[in-house]
């Protein structure tokens, strides 16, 4: 049986009961926490930033993955460590000099992953991979919860895995954005092996801890 780990999406939670609904995520077997931060610049949107990553710093034991959706994340690697992330995620398509940004992670003593948007080849990422500790392939256009996932990723998914494998990377390869129980399995299949999810988890009818349960069971795995 496959282990998948899921990062439950704080972008869908109730930010009201932010940490209400974080630790019944983690008692419910969360492996991380996946927070979303958005400029308006990179990405057509803005969210949430430092002080959100404090405060949950606080109230969770879970590792905390930081997804930079920011034009200039470089300059604020610092700020976010320092808030308590544990994973600093940047785009391939906004920082022109990746090994700089990836060395600077590493140097603050966090897991370094880089994220691709759908129209980014993942052979953009050939020469980094070695150093990452995290490959994020975006699963819809970044900018919004509930989108549809977008079917033609997961060739890439697929081509993802063949690198790591070739390589004999342990990076872990994260796919965010539509995963729900009817598209997890073809992730899955296709090699993700930690899923983001927003709207599955914290937009349930049934609550966050069935909602975890039903996206790992679609995928015929359980929480490690
Ligand atoms: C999208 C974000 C995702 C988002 C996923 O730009 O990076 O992490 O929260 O939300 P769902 O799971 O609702 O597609
Ligand atoms: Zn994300």
């Given at each position: 049986m496959v282990t998948v780990k899921l990062a439950p999406s704080i972008l869908a939670a109730d930010f009201g009961r932010l940490g209400e609904?974080?630790?019944?995520a983690e008692a419910a077997g969360a492996d991380r926490i996946h927070v979303d931060v958005m400029d308006g610049h990179f990405v057509p949107n803005i969210s949430i930033g430092v002080p959100v990553v404090r405060?949950?710093?606080k109230?969770?034991?879970?590792?905390?993955?930081t997804h930079l959706m920011i034009a200039d994340a470089p300059r604020y690697l610092t700020a976010f460590a320092e808030a308590g992330s544990d994973t600093l995620i940047v785009h391939q398509e906004v920082v022109p000099h990746l090994h700089r940004a990836v060395q600077q992670i590493k140097q603050l003593g966090l897991r370094a992953g880089v994220a691709i948007n759908p129209a980014t080849p993942v052979g953009?990422?050939?020469?980094?991979l070695d150093d990452l500790d995290l490959v994020l392939?975006?699963?819809?256009?970044?900018?919004?919860?509930?989108?549809?996932f977008i079917a033609s990723t997961v060739t890439?998914?697929?081509?993802?895995?063949?690198?790591?494998?070739?390589?004999?990377?342990?990076?872990?390869?994260?796919?965010?954005?539509g995963i729900?129980?009817?598209?997890?399995?073809?992730?899955?299949?296709?090699?993700?092996?930690?899923?983001?999810?927003?709207?599955?988890i914290?937009?349930?009818?049934?609550?966050?801890?069935?909602?975890?349960?039903?996206?790992?069971?679609?995928?015929?795995?359980?929480?490690s």
């Amino acid at each position: 049986m496959v282990t998948v780990k899921l990062a439950p999406s704080i972008l869908a939670a109730d930010f009201g009961r932010l940490g209400e609904q974080v630790a019944e995520a983690e008692a419910a077997g969360a492996d991380r926490i996946h927070v979303d931060v958005m400029d308006g610049h990179f990405v057509p949107n803005i969210s949430i930033g430092v002080p959100v990553v404090r405060s949950l710093r606080k109230i969770t034991r879970l590792p905390l993955e930081t997804h930079l959706m920011i034009a200039d994340a470089p300059r604020y690697l610092t700020a976010f460590a320092e808030a308590g992330s544990d994973t600093l995620i940047v785009h391939q398509e906004v920082v022109p000099h990746l090994h700089r940004a990836v060395q600077q992670i590493k140097q603050l003593g966090l897991r370094a992953g880089v994220a691709i948007n759908p129209a980014t080849p993942v052979g953009l990422l050939e020469d980094i991979l070695d150093d990452l500790d995290l490959v994020l392939v975006m699963t819809v256009n970044p900018g919004f919860g509930g989108q549809e996932f977008i079917a033609s990723t997961v060739t890439k998914i697929r081509r993802t895995r063949q690198l790591l494998e070739a390589r004999r990377l342990p990076a872990d390869l994260e796919v965010d954005g539509g995963i729900e129980p009817h598209t997890a399995p073809e992730a899955v299949v296709a090699g993700a092996n930690v899923l983001v999810a927003g709207t599955a988890i914290f937009q349930q009818a049934d609550g966050i801890a069935a909602a975890m349960q039903r996206l790992l069971r679609s995928c015929g795995t359980r929480t490690s």
